[in-house]
C-alpha cells in the first residue's frame, strides 16, 4: 500500500515542479526579449533626435560645441513679428480647431450610430479610414481649385482645418471607437433612458465621460498630425510650422539652423503632447 | 425619526398604480417577438415572467419601460396611456441583465443620478441617495465607484437607483443572472422584502422557474410572443393550464395513461385530471416526480409500479431518483435521507400520488424538464 502511494506521488510532485520550473525560464527568456526589443526600438526612436540635436550644438570646428544655430533662429526671424512665432501660432491655431471640429464631427455620429442606426457603422467605418488610403498629393491636386478660390478672398492659413480634418478623421475615429468598444453604451444609455435623461444627457452625462481616455487619445493623435503637417501646407502656399522649418532650411547659410529649429518644434509638439496626456490622467471626475 | 424604508413606503404606496398592456404586437422583420399580449399588473404587486430564451418577455419588458416601440397594441399605467410616451417621461426605474451602473460616477452619484436629472436640491438629492443606500444596505460604500464593489452590490446599487426617483413602475429584468447561485438567492430574498415594504407595481423577468416561483405574487408562463398562463406561484406549479407551463416549470415525467371519465390512468393507477372536459383515449399524463414515492421491494414480482433503480442526483436536503420500469423510465424525487436507502439496482415499488395531473394529446413519454 505504501508502495502504491509513494508511486502515486512521485510523478505528481515531478510534474508539479518541471512545469513551474519551465515557466520561471520562460518567463526570464520572455523578459530578457522584452528588454532587448525595447532597447533596440528606444534607440531607433532617440537616436535620430539626438543626433539632430547634437548637429544643432556643433560648434565652427568638428567636435566643438556652440549654441549659434539656436541663437540664429531668432536672429534670422529679421525685424517685425517672426514668421517663425507666426507659423508656431498658426499651427497651435490649426491644432485647436481641427480638434474640436474632429470632435464635435465624430463623437456625437459615433454614439448615434452605435445605439440607433448601428448598421451604417461599417459604411461609416469605411468612409472615415478613406483619407488613409489617399495620398497626400492626390488631396491637394483635388482641394487645390478649392483652396485657389479660398486664397482668392485673402483668407488665412487657418483654412487648411478642412482638409486636416479630413486627414484627422481615420486616426481619431480608430481612437473613438476603440473607447466605445469598451464601455456597454447601450445599457448606459438605456439606463440612463429610463432614469429620465433626455438623448443629450445621455450623451453628456454619461457616455462622453466614460470616453474621457479614448478622446484624449483621438486629441494627442489629431494633434500630432496637425502638428507635424507638411505636404498639404507647403503645396497649397500656406505657412504653417513645418513649412517655415523648410523655408528657414532653404534661406539660411548655416546649416545648424534647420537642426535646431527642427529640435525646437520637436521639443515643443512632445512638451504639448506630454501636457495634454497628464491634464487628460488627473483623477476621475465627479460625475 | 422616520426610517428610509417607511418615507419610502408613503411616498411610494401612495402611487401604486395598474399597468395594462392590451394586445400588444412587436415584430423583428418576419420573427414574431410578442403576440398580442394581454396582460395586467394589479397596483403593487409584483409580477413574474418566466419562459424560455425568445419567449417575448424581456420585449414585453422593453415595451413597457419605452426601450422600444411596440408595432401594435397600447399601454396605460395609472389610467393614462404611454404608449407613445419616450422612455425619458414614463417614470420607471429598471435594473438590468447587465451591470448598468456609470462607471465614472460613485455609489451615491449613481444613485442621485436620476434626481439630479429632475432638478432636486443637492442637499435634498445627497439625502435621498443616502436612505435608498441604507434601504438596500449599502451606505457604507457610497463614495466608491462601481469597479470597486462586488456584482451583487451593484445589482443592489443598480435597485436603489431605480427607486430613487420614486418611479410609478419597477422593472426588472434579469437581475440576478449574473451573479452566483448564493448572493442570487440573498438578492432575491431583499428585491422581495423592498417591493413588499415599497409597495410598487413591479414587472421581473426571468428565465429562472424557482426564481419566478419564489418572488412573484403572481407568474407569467410565455411561449413563443403569448401568455401560456398568468395565476399564483402555486397553481403555475400544481394546476398548470398548458403542456408546456407544466414542463417548463419543474420536472415532469410524461406517463402514457388513458383517460376515462374525470380521471386518467397511468399504469395501473387513477389519478384525477385537472382539465375535467379532456376526451377520452390515450394520452401522455405529466405527473411530477415529487408525486411519486418510492418502498424497497423485496418480493421479487414484477408490475407496472415496480422497477429498479439506476441512478440517484444528490440536490441537498432532497435527491432525484430514476427508476427503470422496463418500457420507461420515470423520476421521483425524495428526501435524501429515503433515497440512500435505495442505491442503484435495488428494486422499488411506485406510488403516484393522486394529485390533478394534466394531459397531452402527444406521446413520447419520457422525463423531461
Not at chain 1, 103 to 122: G, K, N, Y
Not at chain 1, 264 to 271: E, G, M, T
Not at chain 2, 96 to 108: C, E, G
Not at chain 2, 149 to 156: D, K, T
Request: proline content about 5%.
Amino acid at each position: 500500500m505504501a508502495a502504491v502511494t509513494s508511486l502515486g506521488e512521485t510523478p505528481i510532485t515531478a510534474q508539479a515542479r518541471v512545469p513551474r520550473g519551465m515557466q520561471s525560464r520562460r518567463r526570464r527568456r520572455l523578459n530578457v526579449f522584452r528588454y532587448v526589443v525595447f532597447t533596440l526600438f528606444g534607440l531607433f526612436f532617440i537616436l535620430p533626435p539626438l543626433a539632430m540635436l547634437r548637429f544643432s550644438l556643433e560648434g565652427a570646428k568638428l567636435g566643438t560645441w556652440s549654441v549659434t544655430a539656436w541663437r540664429q533662429i531668432a536672429s534670422y526671424q529679421g525685424s517685425g513679428i517672426p514668421p517663425l512665432l507666426s507659423a508656431i501660432e498658426i499651427s497651435l491655431e490649426l491644432a485647436v480647431i481641427t480638434c474640436a471640429v474632429t470632435l464635435v464631427l465624430l463623437v456625437p455620429t459615433m454614439i448615434w450610430i452605435r445605439l440607433r442606426v448601428q448598421w451604417i457603422s461599417r459604411t461609416f467605418e469605411f468612409l472615415c479610414l478613406l483619407p488613409l488610403t489617399i495620398p497626400a498629393i492626390v488631396l491637394v491636386v483635388g482641394l487645390g481649385p478649392i483652396y485657389n478660390k479660398i486664397q482668392h478672398f485673402s483668407l488665412s492659413a487657418l483654412m487648411l482645418f478642412w482638409v486636416y480634418v479630413i486627414l484627422a478623421l481615420p486616426y481619431a475615429y480608430r481612437a473613438l471607437a476603440a473607447g466605445l468598444g469598451a464601455i456597454d453604451v447601450t445599457t448606459l444609455s438605456e439606463a440612463a433612458r429610463s432614469l429620465g435623461a433626455s438623448w443629450l444627457s445621455v450623451m453628456t452625462r454619461v457616455i462622453v465621460p466614460n470616453m474621457r481616455q479614448a478622446i484624449l487619445n483621438a486629441l494627442l493623435l489629431t494633434t500630432a498630425l496637425v502638428l507635424g503637417e507638411f505636404t498639404i501646407a507647403y503645396l497649397l502656399l500656406y505657412n504653417n510650422l513645418q513649412a517655415e522649418l523648410y523655408s528657414i532650411s532653404r534661406n539660411t547659410p548655416n546649416a545648424g539652423v534647420l537642426f535646431s529649429t527642427a529640435t525646437a518644434a520637436l521639443l515643443f509638439a512632445f512638451v504639448l503632447l506630454l501636457i495634454l496626456s497628464f491634464a487628460g490622467r488627473r483623477r476621475r471626475g465627479r460625475g | 425619526m422616520t426610517s428610509p424604508l417607511t418615507r419610502t413606503q408613503d411616498t411610494a404606496a401612495r402611487t401604486a398604480v395598474e399597468v395594462r398592456m392590451e394586445g400588444l404586437s412587436r415584430h423583428y422583420g418576419p420573427v414574431v417577438a410578442l403576440d398580442r399580449l394581454d396582460l395586467t399588473l394589479q397596483p403593487g404587486e409584483l409580477v413574474a415572467l418566466l419562459g424560455p430564451s425568445g419567449c417575448g418577455k424581456t420585449t414585453t419588458l422593453r415595451l413597457l419601460a419605452g426601450l422600444e416601440d411596440a408595432d401594435a397594441g397600447g399601454i396605460t399605467v395609472g389610467g393614462k396611456d404611454i404608449t407613445r410616451l419616450p422612455a425619458s417621461k414614463r417614470d420607471m426605474g429598471m435594473v438590468f441583465q447587465a451591470y448598468s451602473l456609470f462607471p465614472h460616477m460613485t455609489v451615491r452619484q449613481n444613485v442621485a443620478f436620476g434626481l439630479r436629472l429632475r432638478r432636486v436640491a443637492g442637499a435634498q438629492r445627497d439625502k435621498r441617495a443616502m436612505d435608498m443606500l441604507e434601504l438596500v444596505g449599502l451606505s457604507s460604500q457610497a463614495d466608491r465607484y462601481p469597479n470597486q464593489i462586488s456584482g451583487g452590490q451593484q445589482q443592489r446599487v443598480a435597485l436603489a437607483r431605480a427607486l430613487a426617483i420614486e418611479p410609478q413602475v419597477l422593472l426588472l429584468d434579469e437581475p440576478l443572472s449574473a451573479l452566483d447561485a448564493k448572493v442570487r438567492a440573498q438578492l432575491r430574498d431583499q428585491i422581495r422584502r423592498i417591493q413588499l415594504e415599497v409597495g410598487i407595481t413591479t414587472l421581473f423577468v426571468t428565465h429562472d422557474q424557482e426564481e419566478a416561483l419564489a418572488i412573484a405574487d403572481r407568474v407569467g408562463v410565455m411561449r413563443e410572443g403569448r401568455l401560456d398562463q398568468l395565476a399564483t406561484p402555486t397553481e403555475v406549479y400544481s394546476r398548470p393550464a398548458t403542456s408546456f407551463v407544466a414542463e417548463f416549470v419543474g420536472l415532469t415525467n410524461r406517463l402514457p395513461g388513458t383517460v376515462s371519465g374525470a380521471t386518467v390512468t397511468v399504469r395501473g393507477r387513477d389519478l384525477p385530471l385537472v382539465d375535467l372536459a379532456t376526451p377520452p383515449g390515450p394520452v401522455t399524463a405529466l405527473v411530477r416526480p415529487e408525486a411519486v414515492t418510492l418502498a424497497s421491494d423485496s418480493s421479487g414480482e414484477s408490475g407496472p409500479l415496480t422497477g429498479t433503480v439506476i441512478a440517484s442526483t444528490f440536490l441537498g436536503a432532497t435527491s432525484r431518483v430514476t427508476v427503470d420500469l422496463g418500457d420507461t423510465t420515470i423520476l421521483a424525487q425524495l428526501a435524501t435521507s429515503d433515497a440512500t436507502a435505495l442505491p442503484a439496482g435495488s428494486r422499488v415499488t411506485l406510488t403516484i400520488r393522486p394529485d390533478p395531473v394534466l394531459v397531452s394529446a402527444d406521446s413520447a413519454p419520457e422525463a423531461e424538464e
